[in-house]
């Protein structure tokens, strides 16, 4: 049994550490899984921690879907020797969309999500339903290596409900719960106030400064043991911002003085791995706004990689940062020989990693018109989620009225990038937040817009968003009578390739052959923002602003012989190629 108190955790009676790392198990594939967790045993871990993405698993209301992924994760940890921490929100952050709140639930409570509204709660007791049999299977106290489970996630930071909070509190228990559970929040006072709960361990979050932290968490909760739930050794990118990294130095130091404190660790991330398809979140800035660059937008989208400068990079390779926070683990391990006893016999080396494939080159020479699903008429723009679209595009059409005057158009409420047409020519590229060029049509134009999905907002207050646009003007009158058509994204629709010309907004695809598989890092040279597909399975997004550059294509989504590579380009011209690099290029 795994207890606590104000000098630490102990495990059956004896003092523990818990040394944990972040690898979320929807950020790798499950093949990947056996490599990625004896990577964290050889750093000299004892325990993995994952969040669970609510609207990975219930796409639509009441289906329910790959349940059975974080049982198997957790088995995988087991036999590599590790304890589990499992974060099943119901909101996570992570950078994942939406903070992995559904867009169908979101879309329909709005502003009562995170609260104690029975609409919410009702919904999450269903979900919890579904998902928490397989871990209450799996807690210590029945023979598995659960040994903690998160109430909601820095609920601090968003709301003060405290009665949400104590009902996902005794849901939890009442399902079955039995092992600690426990909230983090950030390192600020008013954040550990709103987001703990009585009798609940509290947790603190943070990237430097440990010994304020802590005294921090102290304050607040002088019986609870010290615990960073969220050591921030590294950082996410947003599209066309620069690459965030950590010297390995600082950061390993860090992870000294939180030990030396007498804290446990969950090292966020340990491993990143990869926002694949659509599910990169996004943060937006709530200060003014007064620039005219789309790269100074209050808006900013995650990357695809999720690579987080973490001690193992995105493909599963140890870094620099890896070898250092393993010689402080060590340096741990040797000055409390006591800790030993919660490790097997096994002390494994850094395991292998498949190859990464040559340098290379794929020509796209079929191409295909996107296929856009059944038209929705309507008084307004309906949006993604009125669509039953979680993600993708839609394209709008609307007609200026006859007799109208030339008067300018605007956009009302675009989430988050279009592609604006009259009749029938592309005029301009319009972003979120960004002020608009100046557009008029006179009566009688057809105004078409493509737009498109860039992620939800995953942290702060306009988490909950929905997509699309809210409304067309020509001057302050508004368009009414829209046509929307939607384009989904997964799948991959079957398509009718053929031979011929690049053009804008088309799939083009080419044939990669291999004599045996590897890991590949795949670069669009030429595109300027789209999407790649790997035999039919969507990577993610690409863009020319960076800073990332290059796709990581695991090897398990690879086979011998030949690999369809489909791009979906929404620039003026398809690329010509996509290219194989024998390294990442993440800025």
């Known amino acids: 049994m795994l207890t606590y108190d104000s000098t630490g955790f102990s495990l059956d009676g004896r003092p523990l550490r818990i040394l944990s790392g972040a690898v979320h198990y929807f950020r790798t594939r499950p093949e990947q899984w056996p490599q990625r967790l004896a990577a964290l045993r050889a750093m000299g871990l004892n325990t993995v921690e994952t969040y669970v993405p609510w609207n990975l698993h219930e796409p639509a209301e009441g289906r329910f879907e790959r349940l059975s992924e974080l049982g198997d994760f957790l088995d995988e940890a087991a036999r590599q020797g590790l304890w589990a921490i499992v974060r099943p929100g119901p909101y996570i952050c992570a950078e994942w969309d939406n903070g992995g709140l559904p867009a169908w639930l979101t879309a329909r409570v709005g502003r009562r999500a995170r609260t104690s509204d029975p609409e919410y709660l009702a919904a999450v007791d269903a979900f919890f339903d579904a998902l928490l049999p397989g871990l209450v299977a799996r807690q210590l106290d029945r023979g598995g290596n659960l040994l903690l489970v998160q109430v909601e996630n820095e609920y601090g930071s968003f709301g003060s409900d405290r009665a949400y909070l104590r009902h996902l509190a005794d849901g939890l228990r009442r399902r079955g719960v039995s092992v600690p559970l426990f909230t983090s929040d950030g390192p600020l006072g008013h954040m550990l106030a709103a987001g703990t709960l009585p009798g609940v361990l509290a947790t603190v979050n943070f990237g430097s400064d440990p010994e304020a932290g802590f005294e921090l968490l102290r304050r607040h909760r002088p019986g609870d043991p010290l615990f960073c739930m969220e050591f921030w050794n590294g950082w996410f990118d947003h599209w066309d911002k620069p690459h965030h990294t950590r010297d390995a130095a600082d950061a390993a130091d860090t992870l000294r003085r939180i030990l030396a404190a007498g804290g446990s660790v969950n090292l966020y991330m340990a491993h990143g791995g990869t926002n694949f398809g659509t599910t990169a979140g996004a943060n937006h800035e709530d200060a003014p706004y007064n620039s005219t660059e789309w790269t100074r937008s209050p808006y900013q989208p995650v990357t695809t990689s999720y690579d987080y400068h973490a001690p193992l990079d995105e493909r599963g390779a140890r870094t620099e940062k890896y070898?250092?926070?393993?010689?402080?683990?060590?340096?741990?391990?040797?000055?409390?020989?006591?800790?030993?006893?919660?490790?097997?016999?096994?002390?494994?080396?850094?395991?292998?990693?498949?190859?990464?494939?040559?340098?290379?080159?794929?020509?796209?020479?079929?191409?295909?018109?996107?296929?856009?699903?059944?038209?929705?008429?309507?008084?307004?723009?309906?949006?993604?989620?009125?669509?039953?679209?979680?993600?993708?595009?839609?394209?709008?059409?609307?007609?200026?009225?006859?007799?109208?005057?030339?008067?300018?158009?605007?956009?009302?409420?675009?989430?988050?990038?279009?592609?604006?047409?009259?009749?029938?020519?592309?005029?301009?590229?319009?972003?979120?937040?960004?002020?608009?060029?100046?557009?008029?049509?006179?009566?009688?134009?057809?105004?078409?817009?493509?737009?498109?999905?860039?992620?939800?907002?995953?942290?702060?207050?306009?988490?909950?968003?929905?997509?699309?646009?809210?409304?067309?003007?020509?001057?302050?009158?508004?368009?009414?009578?829209?046509?929307?058509?939607?384009?989904?994204?997964?799948?991959?629709?079957?398509?009718?390739?053929?031979?011929?010309?690049?053009?804008?907004?088309?799939?083009?695809?080419?044939?990669?052959?291999?004599?045996?598989?590897?890991?590949?890092?795949?670069?669009?040279?030429?595109?300027?923002?789209?999407?790649?597909?790997?035999?039919?399975?969507?990577?993610?997004?690409?863009?020319?602003?960076?800073?990332?550059?290059?796709?990581?294509?695991?090897?398990?989504?690879?086979?011998?012989?030949?690999?369809?590579?489909?791009?979906?380009?929404?620039?003026?011209?398809?690329?010509?190629?996509?290219?194989?690099?024998?390294?990442?290029?993440?800025?």
């Open 323 to 587: 070898e250092l926070f393993r010689a402080v683990l060590a340096e741990f391990a040797a000055e409390h020989p006591e800790q030993a006893r919660f490790l097997d016999d096994r002390t494994p080396a850094f395991p292998e990693l498949p190859p990464v494939l040559a340098a290379g080159t794929v020509r796209l020479t079929e191409f295909a018109a996107p296929v856009f699903g059944p038209a929705v008429d309507a008084p307004v723009p309906p949006t993604l989620e009125e669509l039953g679209l979680e993600q993708g595009l839609v394209r709008y059409t609307v007609r200026v009225p006859d007799g109208s005057p030339d008067l300018p158009l605007a956009v009302e409420g675009l989430r988050d990038r279009a592609s604006l047409r009259l009749d029938g020519k592309r005029v301009a590229e319009l972003y979120r937040g960004a002020p608009q060029p100046p557009l008029s049509a006179p009566g009688g134009t057809v105004v078409e817009l493509l737009v498109e999905s860039l992620g939800r907002v995953n942290y702060g207050p306009q988490v909950g968003e929905t997509k699309g646009i809210t409304g067309l003007r020509h001057e302050r009158q508004y368009l009414h009578g829209c046509r929307a058509e939607p384009l989904a994204l997964e799948p991959l629709p079957g398509l009718e390739f053929t031979p011929g010309e690049p053009a804008s907004e088309v799939l083009a695809r080419g044939t990669l052959t291999l004599a045996a598989t590897g890991d590949a890092f795949l670069a669009v040279p030429g595109g300027q923002h789209g999407y790649l597909w790997v035999n039919g399975f969507l990577l993610g997004r690409y863009d020319a602003g960076g800073p990332q550059l290059t796709l990581f294509c695991p090897q398990p989504l690879l086979r011998e012989g030949a690999n369809e590579l489909v791009v979906l380009e929404l620039g003026d011209t398809a690329p010509a190629a996509v290219e194989l690099r024998e390294a990442p290029e993440l800025g």
